[in-house]
């Protein structure tokens, strides 16, 4: 039997997180690690280097929760509060700690530095806390038991911060008798939008099971489903649940983890033997990128040509210009004879070639912003496809070019490339 | 005179902030736009999608302060729960809003989608709200007031909540009588690091002018440094600050704002009426994205080539055998003939190769994971060096494939390459 899950809080404290200055990191690794145990923070704070408006913060969230994790203000500066507004919210007095100074004399010996009056302050701690080591930065961190609560006192640097929450995911445990492991199962997705992933899993919801938690996550160009159970018992569940996704979604599912298209598209060509070319136009070099992202990437892709002026077209990928003259830069024929002219220059089995209007200028009634062709294939057949697309320019070169990548994909598995994406934006 | 500056909060809300699958970016973001008005988020709470504890805790956040900003939960899924939980608190009924559907049709008709229920749902408003317009995505932002508090709701997503901040600011101007305008003067670096950076300005800084805040924000590629005033009648100090930065920094400044190196590499490039050509080996495209990714590239940018196989090298670029047998990929004598190849291919004016081992794998006690020669120039004078930038495989794409930026845009400002990460990282 597993006790109740302890209500957990964050209190990030520290004047450059108010200002903008700099992204908050540590909410998302420190929430990363407790998932693990099952344990979700339910609430986060974060306020500036104030004393009077902690001290206020820190009474209320003792009273509310039964963890409380503080991040930031252990450093040696003025402006590093942690420890004296702790002391008084615990009414105990502030103590030099015969364990942190230690560690500071040692932190400092390592350094060949003289222990100074700034350091010394670190060793300042509520009287009757208990040392968190840190094995990385000068402070040390330190946890205490006020109103029943446990409050874990953490350094905001990175760094730090992570060397520390081994043993503090061990202390949770041993304190609340933490058994649970949760289970979390991430799919990659490409091809569905949030909105109409939402709506294809609610119209089969109805009996989804409550043990598995279901949730979206949406990026550009991918977007994430994650299915979490809480206990391994649930786990043929899950598996249940991840079979009607994989019914719901079929070849859009990318696949686990943090798979991206572009290493799908590796992996199967490197296990078929084949080699991969990329022609860009308006993606600009962006599928070829995102293709050498990944390391191995070598095995399968020679290279490729992004031929933004119709001269290049011409020149590097033999387009003719018959071809460009009649129909355009932006056109089937161009496409086709990018992709053929890149399979030829490059030697590569397969490839990819686009052409499109990324905006803001260079629309025309005709193909107007957001317009782009794709063609793929192999020396044998080529396959193309209008599609249209009106984002802002990053935003449509990164969707074009996932779109690249997914074609591959589909033609490497040998599935049919009627994909959602291609049904809604197909324009010709 | 002024009002007192009304005290405002934050409330971010979404599952995937608090398991740690999303860094909250947008909190940083806001609070940057509203540094120019002076004003600086006194406390910020980050909640799951549990409405229970949304309502108990924008009832509690109403009564606390003036201004209430939630970022989240505007989408069309079950989980976005925004508009219904503030209905609730202040005591009014859902309803659909005729503006924000007018909105969603029209989004729809753009994508040439028919409007589902999910979408619809995002028309659900608390009664008497006003509509935040949102140019760029389907979930509309609105405002109430709710117990004296204004509450500006606006979406996560963080390209539609950057196009709400203007009108939220205008709202906050006319709302408080803001009349504050805190100057903020942002210059854009590359080639110096955080640490680097501060200690030149800290050997420099006895008498810098209180009045005149310094920061910086470090990013990938480029470093910002950031000068804030207060009030106009500091213009001139911070005008004098500036200078001593440019003095400090000299040709590492790539120019004010948001000032991209591709941007002033194309502009450098268009005022003189030459084009550009990359020959990319460990970059693979990125050098050709990042131009590409600027509207009006194509003014200056013919198109690139991503060679990444040795035969690629040899037939796109014309890479001789014996060079490459001889010295290998990743070598002075193979780039040299790279940024040849390339200008002779595209025909443009000037050029940038690269060619590194980017690992994780690759590496030689000869050429080491982080080993790149870059050569740059037009077909009668070419420079080359070599560089060691041992940093994670994504990482090193982006800082070399700055760096080649970087070396074009010295050469077409006719000023010596002998930058920091030149001298810092050359190794032969």
Request: charge should be negative.
């Amino acid at each position: 039997m597993t006790n109740p899950a302890p209500m957990v809080q964050l209190l990030l404290t520290g004047d450059e997180l108010m200002s903008g200055d700099t992204v908050d990191s540590n909410s998302a690794l420190i929430a990363r690690e407790l998932a693990v145990l099952g344990l979700v923070p339910a609430r986060r704070i974060t306020l500036g280097d104030d004393p009077q408006a902690l001290r206020t913060e820190i009474q209320d969230l003792c009273t509310r929760g039964d963890v409380l994790l503080i991040n930031g203000g252990l450093g040696p500066t003025i402006d590093d509060l942690t420890a004296e507004v702790l002391a008084q919210v615990a009414e105990v007095p502030l103590a030099e700690h015969p364990e942190a100074l230690e560690h500071l004399d040692a932190w400092c010996e390592r350094r060949g530095l003289a222990l100074n009056d700034a350091n010394r302050k670190q060793a300042l701690l509520p009287e009757g806390c208990e040392i968190l080591p840190n094995p990385v930065g000068s402070a040390v961190g330190f946890c205490l038991t006020v109103s029943d609560c446990l409050v874990l006192c953490t350094p905001g640097v990175p760094g730090e911060l992570r060397a520390m929450l081994n043993p503090i995911k061990e202390r949770l445990q041993e304190r609340f008798g933490i058994r649970v492991q949760r289970h979390v199962l991430r799919l990659q997705t490409f091809g569905v939008g949030e909105s109409t992933a939402q709506q294809l899993v609610l119209d089969d919801k109805s009996d989804w099971p409550s043990e598995v938690a279901l949730s979206f996550r949406a990026g550009a160009p991918q977007l994430e489903i994650k299915l979490t159970v809480d206990v391994e018992a649930h786990l043929p569940l899950r598996h249940q649940c991840r079979q009607r996704l994989e019914t719901l979604f079929g070849d859009h599912i990318v696949g686990e983890g943090d798979r991206k298209l572009a290493a799908a598209v590796i992996d199967l060509a490197r296990d078929q033997g084949k080699t991969i070319t990329t022609a860009e136009s308006c993606t600009g070099g962006l599928i070829a990128q995102m293709l050498t992202q990944i390391p191995g990437s070598s095995d399968v892709f020679p290279g490729g040509i992004v031929s933004y002026a119709n001269e290049v077209k011409a020149s590097l990928l033999s387009v003719s210009d018959t071809t460009l003259t009649e129909h355009g830069a932006v056109s089937e024929a161009t496409v086709r004879e990018m992709v053929q002219g890149a399979l030829k220059a490059t030697g590569a089995d397969l490839g990819v070639a686009v052409s499109g209007v990324a905006g803001p200028g260079g629309g025309s009634a005709d193909k107007p912003v957001g317009t782009v062709w794709l063609a793929w294939g192999d020396s044998d057949t080529v396959e193309t496809v209008c599609l249209h697309w009106p984002l802002e320019r990053v935003l449509f070169q990164t969707m074009v070019a996932a779109a690249g990548l997914d074609v591959l994909r589909r033609r490497l598995l040998g599935i049919p490339e009627q994909s959602f994406y291609l049904r809604q934006r197909r324009i010709s």
